[in-house]
């Protein structure tokens, strides 16, 4: 995650505000200086890195410095056109490929900004990350280059964007619940799996005591380009909702209630993750469509805990219409058919903690703000997609770069803590795990429901009888290995954690 650096000539950085026509000051209207590196060359306004494979275990960058003075407190979007040839796959996602801002933070941390899993072939196309820049903060230091990779990759410089992706709003906000939710104890469960649950599915449930079960509404999870023709998204999701509408029965038989999870909307997603409605307005016109269709359908059902309005929504360049808007018109369309059920929200970034330091509450009242932790994901995803290596261990080891302790998730936890207080909202962890392999992971799981509790925070482990690794009702030491267990340690953290469902 670092440096190196070369000359350049003149560089100007335009940026301006999506959401309106007031320019925000250039980031340099003077030359950007870069450092020289060996391995890299600029010729007629693009960069141009090449490391062997001998030299591909390190950090082969070009850097220069910006001053983030004038853009303290806001979100910035920074975009590239990059180029790459035989570019090797590195061993950690936020490798391979190198675009990215350093800096760092009025609390001493060191923040690395980037797009993730950027290596292979491929021609000119841009990548973007977000960077939100705090209050305090100083110079920074942009890279480009390539990391823990061989190959050769190319930097357009001339269409290099800094701009402001979203305006923080609402900042005085303080959220209100009807006396039924501000009443309600946090509610415990699970996550359910993709799959039409079953009546033995909710009698186990009821039987761990789990109150509550966030029914996901989910195909081709992740994978690009899909769910882009409406006629067939319509038919899937109308077997989709006659689906829930059968979960839901048995939820009630069984005193347990829900929350609508829509998992997949229309359009899919880009191959950076980025949701195609955010950028296609057809597609974001059909989403709302589609909630109008779900709202009409469990108009006030009592079952219904809330509406969860998009699962793990991601954006990180300027789009017509922003993470944020998009659950904004969704949330005034159901309240226009379905004044009482609660309404969910979910944070950018994969509904990151962490992006709770600049999420804006919507100015509407029953909304519960939702977050999922998965941090740090080298520990919680290890041996899963082959992402990260198998064996770091919650207890012992330094991973990301520190030792993990409840405290240090605490920390991670702080932005959304700090948004729960000011705004005085409700916190649903819809989604948190460790994988069934990692070393330590009852202790992880015991300590972030630990945290969940003190801040009195509803949650819904992932995931209920869906993939192995995460069921609670498998062990293994990988993913092949993986055998059923009526008993596990991680199985005993969350039945003690659902216990609290029954005298609360």
Same mark, same amino acid.
């Given at each position: 995650?670092?440096?190196r650096?070369?000359?350049? *000539?003149a560089l100007?950085l335009s940026?301006?505000?999506i =959401?309106? =026509? ?6 340099s ?10 391995f890299?060359a600029?010729t ?7 490391? *062997?494979?001998?030299?591909a275990?390190k950090?082969n ?7 983030l ?5 806001k ?13 090797s796959?590195?061993?950690q996602?936020?490798?391979g ?11 001493n ?6 797009? %993730? %899993?950027? &290596?292979? *072939? ?10 939100p ?9 942009? !890279?480009l ?18 701009e402001?992706?979203?305006n !923080?709003?609402?900042?005085? &906000? ?5 006396e039924r939710?501000?009443?309600m ?8 799996p ?7 599915? $909710?009698?186990?449930?009821q039987?761990?005591?789990?109150n ?8 081709f999870w992740?994978?690009?380009n899909?769910?882009l ?21 048995l939820?009630k038989? &069984? ?11 229309p359009g899919?997603?880009?191959?950076d993750l980025?949701m195609?409605?955010?950028?296609e ?5 059909h ?5 109008q269709? @779900? ?10 805990f809330?509406?969860?309005?998009i %699962? ?7 789009a017509?219409?922003?993470?944020w808007e @998009? ?29 709770f330091? &600049? ?12 977050l999922h ?5 080298? $520990? ?6 082959k992402?990260?290596?198998?064996g ?11 030792h ?5 998730l605490r ?5 959304a ?6 705004h ?6 819809g989604?948190?795990?460790?994988v ?6 009852p ?11 003190e801040?009195r ?15 609670l ?8 290995s ?7 340690p ?7 954690g ?7």
């Amino acid at each position: 995650m670092h440096y190196r650096k070369t000359i350049l *000539t003149a560089l100007l950085l335009s940026v301006f505000i999506i =959401a309106s =026509a007031a320019p925000v000051p250039e980031i340099s209207r003077t030359t950007l200086k870069w450092d020289k590196q060996p391995f890299a060359a600029q010729t007629d306004g693009i960069w141009r890195i090449a490391v *062997t494979p001998e030299e591909a275990a390190k950090q082969n960058v070009v850097s220069a410095a910006i001053d983030l003075v004038p853009y303290r407190g806001k979100q910035l979007a920074f975009t590239i056109r990059v180029k790459a040839d035989n570019v090797s796959k590195p061993p950690q996602p936020w490798n391979g490929v190198k675009f990215m801002l350093y800096y760092i933070d009025g609390e001493n941390q060191k923040r690395w900004l980037h797009p %993730n %899993n950027v &290596y292979g *072939t491929f021609d000119w196309r841009e990548i973007s990350f977000i960077a939100p820049i705090p209050s305090d903060a100083n110079q920074g230091t942009l !890279m480009l280059g390539l990391q823990d990779a061989s190959g050769a990759v190319e930097f357009e410089l001339n269409s290099l964007r800094v701009e402001t992706i979203y305006n !923080m709003v609402n900042q005085d &906000y303080i959220i209100t619940y009807p006396e039924r939710v501000r009443q309600m104890p946090p509610l415990r469960g699970v996550m359910s799996p993709q799959r039409e649950m079953t009546e033995a599915d $909710f009698k186990t449930l009821q039987d761990w005591n789990v109150n509550l079960v966030r029914l996901q509404i989910c195909r081709f999870w992740a994978k690009p380009n899909t769910d882009l023709d409406l006629d067939d998204y319509d038919r899937w999701i109308n077997s989709q909702l006659d689906k829930i509408a059968r979960e839901i029965e048995l939820a009630k038989k &069984y005193g347990i209630k829900v929350v609508i999870d829509l998992h997949s909307p229309p359009g899919g997603r880009y191959e950076d993750l980025n949701m195609r409605m955010f950028f296609e307005p057809k597609y974001a016109d059909h989403y709302v469509l589609v909630w109008q269709r @779900i709202a009409q359908r469990f108009n006030r059902d009592p079952a219904i805990f809330g509406f969860d309005l998009i %699962n793990e929504p991601f954006q990180t360049r300027p789009a017509t219409v922003s993470y944020w808007e @998009i659950q904004k018109r969704a949330a005034e369309a159901v309240r226009a058919i379905d004044p009482d059920t609660t309404l969910i929200v979910e944070s950018n970034e994969m509904d990151s903690p962490t992006a709770f330091g &600049y999420l804006s509450p919507l100015a509407m009242d029953n909304v519960i703000y939702q977050l999922h932790m998965y941090k740090p994901s080298e $520990f919680t995803h290890q041996g899963v997609h082959k992402h990260f290596p198998v064996g770091r261990d919650y207890r012992t080891d330094e991973i990301a770069g520190r030792h993990w302790d409840k405290e240090a998730l605490r920390e991670i936890l702080a932005p959304a803590r700090k948004f729960q207080q000011k705004h005085h909202a409700r916190i649903y962890v819809g989604e948190f795990s460790a994988v069934a392999w990692a070393p330590g992971a009852p202790e992880y799981l015991r300590d972030v429901i630990s945290i969940f509790e003190e801040y009195r925070w509803d949650w819904s482990y992932h995931a209920f009888r869906e993939w192995e690794g995460w069921s609670l009702e498998y062990e293994g030491t990988d993913d092949k290995s993986m055998k059923p267990a009526a008993d596990t340690p991680r199985k005993r953290v969350l039945l003690d954690g659902w216990q609290n469902n029954r005298s609360k």
